[in-house]
């Protein structure tokens, strides 16, 4: 009789009473909900500044609205709009050159027969994923220097006839920037399609060959297939950060010279709010960027649902 | 499988480009690296003379004692050490008790905390608001900004709720019927049994840490607390190296601008060498964590 009344009620002697027995189990859970109520969502709701001039001496309560003044200054500004084409050109970039490389790279690396070679590569590749992207950006500052190791090769190759400039030229921030990325997270990405591919049944290969495939064939018609849906829940939740763009790119590779191409929205947010202090202008820009990277993931997941039935929910 | 079967014109083809793309793939991730060292341990004037590629012509350490001078350099490093050990410690620890906590079905408001964490995970507070937030907790330019911040992480969580779901109830029974209290069980009990799962995350934050350059950067504003990373950028600026060539030989302040070529090849090198050693011995903890956090999510 008991168990039925306090079934139906929540609150009731039942839930009390588990409650009780178990605190030193809750009291190991509720640090980390403390944690994650002041390091996430109370930085969530401080996004609130975006529609008020906020003034640190006068808080969050103390500081006047002004609804969406910011955000149409930012629509206004030049510079946000070369910040935003910037960002969305060097994520495509991503997205279609380096982000397809991981799986070129195991495909490839798959194939080679002599096991312990190829164990080699496999790790030295990802060698660079571990290199704090601070050093990978200043070592390739240096080896692409006028008087550095790629230009000093390319000239002794007669391929050049002078040092390219690489870091103050524009146009090149872009390549450099995607060929770094390439450089660093390739070896990295390519182990979760390695894993995948250890885990297609050997006897889908021996029918192939029995039935004649080829090589080439076996991989295009039996491995590949089967690293496709991993490769586009991969890249549904890539594709949300389209918006984003990479930041320490921006700063660490990026200079006054090349700025016209290596500006980031993240960067100008960062500049408006933590150098220029205007913290509600920058919050309103950088909440407007994780508003569209929403919508982007959500987007992302209902066409990849449409087209090829695999989505992340 | 394969051996059995007669190589095919196509299959001798398709091994010899892959090996090759193969070798090509080890050379392109190796040799930048490979030449960072021999270029630092090389005179700078004769380097700068270029065409030095594959072992060091005019061997000297003394770019290296330049570095070794600097004891800014010295001071952040053991304070990255500090950092890294600290919030390794702290941060596994604290997610790992959260996780435990989670994977127990019987935690009352188990779907709300489920709920607040998944959550997370997909929005985030952004950059300024959290400056803010450091601000206000007066974080900024202290140690602590870069432990306390770090204390919990999601995906560390799911990671140590996967492995704890694959341990027997019976441990935990049997362990209730002698009286212990939760957190008992937790940290005698389950604790030394979630060896690997433990490494695995600790690397991961490990890295994290070592790795951070932004913290210091943008929260800290005082160098003597500055991060490797941070201070190692700062280094390598022009300005900075030459600060310290007062201290060099005469026959290196000849040329400062080969000196400096040279020193910061050096800087680098002492900053990546520390991953690259220690890496082959615990790469494959990071790969196995990989595996499995990627099959759950």
Redesign the interface.
Known sequence: MKEAMATPNKQGGG?WK??KS?W??????L???A?????????????I?AFQNFK?TSGFTGSDFVGLSHFAEMLRDPTFHQAMKNTVLLSLLYLLVVFPMPLL?AL??N????RR??K??Q??????H??????V????I??L?P?G?VN?TMQ?LHLIRHPIEFWTEPGLFRPLSTLISI?KET??GA??FL?AIAGIQ?DL??AA?IDGA???KRILHITLPNLIPLFAMLFILKAGTLFTGN??HSI?LGNSFNKDTSYVI?YY??QM??ELTR?SY??AV??FQ?LMS?LL?LFANWFSGRVSGNRLF | MRSYIKLTREDRIVNATVTIFGILAFLATFYPLYYLLIYSLNDPVDAAGGQLYWFPRQFTFDNYAVIFRDEQLLNSFLLTVARTALGTLTGVLFTAMGAYALSKSRLVFRKTYSMIGLVTMYVSGGLIPTYLLLQKLHLLNTFWVYIIPSLFNIFNALLFMAFFRQLPEELEESAKVDGSGDFYIFARIILPLSKPVLATVALFVAVNHWNDWFSSAYFVSNQQLWTLPTIIVRMLSDTAIIENMQSLPPNMRMDPLSTLMAIKYATLIVTVLPITLVYPFIQKYFVQGMMVGAIKA
């Open positions: 839930t588990k409650l178990q030193t189990l809750q009291l190991m859970i640090p980390c909900i944690f994650l109520i002041v390091f996430a969502y109370i930085p969530l709701a401080g996004n500044i640190i790279f490839l690396i194939e080679i027969p002599f070679f190829r080699l590569v790790t030295t590749s990802y060698l660079p571990f290199i704090a992207f601070a050093m950006a200043s070592m390739w240096i080896l220097d008087k190791l000093e002794l450089w070896g990295w182990i979760i894993a050997p290969y021996e060959m080829g090589r080439i930041l320490d660490l993240e947010s960062l709010g933590l913290y920058a919050t950088s909440s994780a929403l993931v």
